[in-house]
T-cell receptor
Framework: EPEVTQTPSHQVTQMGQEVILRCVPI?????FYWYRQILGQKVEFLVS????????KSEIFDDQFSVERPDGSNFTLKIRSTKLEDSAMYFC????????????FGNGTRLTVT | RKEVEQDPGPFNVPEGATVAFNCTYS??????FFWYRQDCRKEPKLLMS???SGNEDGRFTAQLNRASQYISLLIRDSKLSDSATYLC????????FGKGTRLSVIA
């Protein structure tokens, strides 16, 4: 069964550093998402991406964050200058369609900012 | 107002028991719903999609009551491996997750 893959599984970085989290969505999916989950809290929406542009973003997704689909397979999330409070699990997801389509999540990247 | 309301639990049930979770939703225009399960520190995994009045998949049955705006998930013959958090998610984009209901199946 096709799946969403994310790398790395764990990233440790120092405050102020830039990080790039990588994702390979399911190949025939057209909609891509990033979510995050701070330990003990719920999964929170960050951004959705379709047709090479952001279609929606939450208030969490401020100027420190950016997304890119640099080629036909990868989908990346960049955090420009990490803060301690960025420590969380970051999940990439993809779906075939938009409304009423389930999301399929990757295994996540655990980001630890020290 | 929250999109969904679920009893956070935990529900502690013995193996073999039947357990049901209810979820009420606020947006009457929601056309579809998804049940996800999430294990500790893992990604949400799609358990079931509900597009009409209900869906059944093995030991799992989901029922949708649009008039009362709630959706339920029934798990029969609980297994230890069913222990997880169960999340009810309306199909409106982007999907919004609540805290879900914790289930512990005990030997």
């Amino acid at each position: 069964e096709p799946e969403v893959t994310q790398t790395p599984s764990h990233q440790v970085t120092q405050m102020g550093q830039e990080v790039i989290l990588r994702c390979v969505p399911i190949s025939n999916h057209l909609y891509f998402y990033w979510y995050r989950q701070i330990l003990g809290q719920k999964v929170e929406f960050l951004v959705s991406f379709y047709n090479n542009e952001i279609s929606e973003k939450s208030e969490i997704f401020d100027d420190q964050f950016s997304v890119e689909r640099p080629d036909g397979s990868n989908f990346t999330l960049k955090i420009r200058s990490t803060k301690l409070e960025d420590s969380a699990m970051y999940f990439c997801a993809s779906s075939v369609g938009t409304q009423n389509s389930p999301l399929h999540f990757g295994n996540g990247t655990r980001l630890t900012v020290t | 107002r929250k999109e969904v309301e679920q009893d956070p639990g935990p529900f502690n049930v013995p193996e073999g028991a039947t357990v049901a979770f209810n979820c009420t939703y606020s947006n009457s225009a929601s056309q579809s719903f998804f049940w996800y399960r999430q294990d500790c520190r893992k990604e949400p995994k799609l358990l079931m999609s509900v597009y009409s009045s209900g869906n059944e998949d093995g030991r799992f049955t989901a029922q949708l009551n649009r008039a009362s705006q709630y959706i339920s998930l029934l798990i029969r013959d609980s297994k230890l491996s069913d222990s997880a958090t169960y999340l009810c998610v309306p199909g409106n984009t982007p999907l919004v997750f609540g805290k879900g209901t914790r289930l512990s199946v005990i030997a």
